[in-house]
């Protein structure tokens, strides 16, 4: 069996130790993908671009893939079932909606809401008015 290591640099290289082979990874997958989603409750999914028409049902948990629309791609969409995936998404999200509250926490605290400014921003001026 080859093992297989990666970088956060997106290197790779794998070893086969019973040969003693080794090789890499040529191609990158992630940019043959458009947008992911992940489905926070099941529904009915449409895709439309040009003629090309595809649909299908999502649950709950599932990771939706989009495709570019190139012609080698016979699928638009494709779903991703993962656990982890799922969980870094969500870590994601809770991290990005922590910070999204310490920046307006910080910011209502402060006599200007665009601080910090000038005093001569509109925001100043309006209430010295």
Not at 41 to 54: I, K, N, W
Not at 76 to 105: C, F, H, M, P, T
Request: some cysteine; proline content about 2%.
């Amino acid at each position: 069996m080859k093992t297989l290591y990666l970088t956060s640099s997106s290197a790779n290289i794998w070893v086969d130790t019973e040969s003693g082979e080794t090789g890499s990874l040529d191609q990158i997958d992630r940019y043959d993908i458009r947008n992911t989603y992940l489905i926070e409750e099941p529904m009915h999914v449409v895709y439309q671009s040009g003629e090309t028409r595809e649909e299908m049902d999502v649950k709950k948990g599932d990771i939706l893939c989009t495709f570019y629309t190139r012609d080698a791609f016979k699928n638009r969409l494709g779903i991703i079932k993962s656990k982890e995936w799922k969980a870094n998404v969500e870590a994601y999200r809770k991290a990005e909606q922590k910070a999204k509250e310490e920046w307006a926490k910080k910011h209502a605290e402060e006599d200007c809401p665009t601080a910090p400014c000038c005093e001569d921003c509109d925001m100043c001026n309006l209430k010295a008015a």
